[in-house]
Each structure stands twice: as structure tokens, then as C-alpha cells.
């Protein structure tokens, strides 16, 4: 199995970006083939050193929790809701063929729109 990994544009070279997941991380190398170049800044999802979608930031930093949260929970650690907080407390939506199956109407998440 292949975990995407979100990482961040340090600078550029044509279709060559050296990127890092966070700050204290080292530099490494990405293919931007797939995606075309990118600014310095620029977040995106990288597998095994090829980028495959170009990610806002705050998509980013959920990815960089959701990744945190996995690494803490292999080394034993059970507190990691602070890691998911927005899903926190929040009942999961249903898919649209189950909505009317179970008389709930859909709900728009404003924050998206």
C-alpha cells in the first residue's frame, strides 16, 4: 500500500521541485510531471517522489493530522481527537442513495461553500 504524502514547495527547477512535508524536515526530490510546475509555497500530495494533485492548505494540514494521528497511534498513544477535530462530535454524512432511505435531508456543510 502507498500513503500519499503532503509536502510543500521549496523552489523549482521546470518540471523538477525539491519539497519537504514540514519544516524540519529534509528536502527532497519530486517529479512535477503530473502536475505541471508550481510556485515555492504550493502544497501537494506526493507518492513515492512523483506529485500527483496540487492541495490547498488547509487539505494539507488535515493530511499532516490524519498522518500524526496513524504515527502516535503505532507507538501506543489513544488521545489523538485533538488531531481530528473537525470530524470531532460531528455525525458522518450519508451518502445521497441512503439519504432518503432513512428520511434524513442532506446537510450542506456551509464552511465549504
Known sequence: MCI?????VVSVDGLIGW???DEASAVEEVDLALVGP???GTWLLVFLGAAREILNQDTAQRMQSA???LKQTMNGQSDIDYLFADLVDREPPLPDHLRE?????????????
Open 67 to 69: 498522518l500524526e494521528a
Open 4 to 8: 500519499g504524502i503532503p509536502m510543500q
Open 38 to 40: 508550481c510556485d515555492p
Open 19 to 21: 519539497c519537504r512535508p
Open 101 to 113: 432511505a432513512v428520511g434524513k435531508p442532506m446537510v450542506v456543510n456551509q464552511e465549504e461553500e
